[in-house]
């Protein structure tokens, strides 16, 4: 089945661009922005300095043009790979890192900022999602939540009862499937035996679309249609955005034991980036130095991030007991207490 595209890897329109060329060049410098944070972040863990990170390169498409699509009201919610799409919404650079280095401080935006804390959980954000959206219809407001997820997510319960409970009560929610072939190492044709995931749309009562994830325009389109769509209270959608990681599923694991390079070659002949580049290459609107422009910009606004979070205290031992629970349990209370007793701080 053929995906919904706008946007041929050579750059060519086959339809009418659903961005201006102002738009698009903020775009193309958003998807160099993340990729240059994804590069810092891979090479930040090889040394040392983060924990397990999850690289989201060959995705920025799908998650740049989606968020795109938002306003400021809405409300995102994704996983450990979606730092691009957080960063979109207005997450802070120095909040991403900081979480990664373990710190829990920057496991959630500032106030305002309306993003969920990334879920680890595969599939358990999706509920939070669809609750967000409906909590907002029920206060009257018109915001719209969109929940990224990878297709091994859509093999979770929480996908089901999430896409139910949307689907029944027409919650304002967007369900992006980044649809990057993998979960880990599990292939997608071994994840489920539909042939697409948006096919799965169907069961639930709400429009299914199959979109070319690497392709910034139809990811777009595709989104902002179903963002309309929710925000009139039309209901949610479904949309899967095929696409593909070419690095590793974490800094921790080896993708040539599972996947060909001939495949990884194949896919970044199609790289997200390269494309919109293309694209404004053919317009006359993109020039070298503007490129390097944001590349130097982009990797000195993420050494400041960088600076700011490792300048921050790091938290105590006993700080772990903290990020559960707004009441902590009489079992954390005794384990935190008998921490502090052997480490001779109480
Ligand atoms: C409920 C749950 N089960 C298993 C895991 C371990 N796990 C972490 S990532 C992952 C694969 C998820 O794949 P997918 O949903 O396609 O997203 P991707 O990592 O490819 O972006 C698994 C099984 C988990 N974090 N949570």
């Known amino acids: 089945m053929e995906p919904f595209r706008i946007l041929t890897p050579e750059g060519r329109l086959l339809g009418e661009a659903p961005l201006g060329t102002d738009e698009t060049r903020r775009l193309f410098a958003a998807m160099v922005t ?14 040392g300095r983060l924990a397990t990170y999850a690289p989201f390169e060959g995705q920025e498409a799908a998650q740049i043009g989606a968020a795109a699509a938002l306003r400021p009201t809405d409300w995102v919610a994704g996983t450990y790979r979606d730092a691009a799409a957080m960063w979109m919404h207005g997450y802070p650079l120095e909040n991403l890192i900081l979480f990664r280095m373990g710190d829990e401080r920057g496991g959630s935006p500032p106030e305002g900022v309306r993003c969920l804390p990334a879920s680890i959980t595969v599939g358990a954000h999706m509920v939070h999602a669809v609750g967000l959206g409906w909590g907002s219809r029920l206060l009257g407001e018109d915001s719209v939540a969109l929940t990224y997820f ?6 979770e319960g929480d996908f089901h009862e999430a896409m139910n409970f949307a689907g029944v009560s027409r919650a304002p929610v967007v369900f992006l499937c980044e649809n990057n072939q993998y979960a880990i190492s599990m292939p997608r044709r071994r ?3 539909a042939e697409t995931i948006a096919a799965k749309a169907d069961g639930y009562g709400m429009p299914g679309r199959f979109v070319d994830g690497n392709d910034l325009f139809a990811v777009y389109a595709a989104t902002a249609e179903a963002v309309d769509r929710a925000r009139r209270g039309d209901g949610p959608t479904l949309i899967e955005a095929n696409t593909y990681r070419t690095g590793p599923h974490t800094t921790t694991d080896d993708p040539l034991r599972y996947r060909p ?27 070298e130095g503007w490129e390097r422009g944001i590349e130097e910009d982009a990797a000195a606004e993420i ?9 921050t205290d790091p938290l105590g031992p006993d700080e772990v007991f903290g990020g ?8 954390l209370v005794e384990q935190r207490a008998m921490l502090l007793r052997d ?4």
């Not at 993340?34 to 040394?47: E, G, I, V």
């Not at 990878?150 to 093999?155: F, H, I, K, V, Y």
């Not at 790289?271 to 006359?284: A, K, T």
């Open 303 to 311: 050494e400041e991030a960088v600076a700011a979070a490792e300048a």
């Open 261 to 287: 390079q001939d495949e990884v070659d194949a896919w970044r002949a199609c790289d997200p980036i390269d494309r919109v580049r293309r694209y404004l290459q053919s317009i006359d609107d993109w020039e």
């Open 343 to 346: 480490l001779g701080e109480a």
């Open 324 to 331: 559960m629970f707004a009441e902590p349990t009489a079992a």
């Open 34 to 47: 993340a990729r240059t944070f994804d590069h810092k972040a891979s090479a930040m863990q090889r040394q």
């Open 150 to 155: 990878g297709e091994g997510a859509t093999s």
């Open 191 to 193: 994840q489920t035996a």
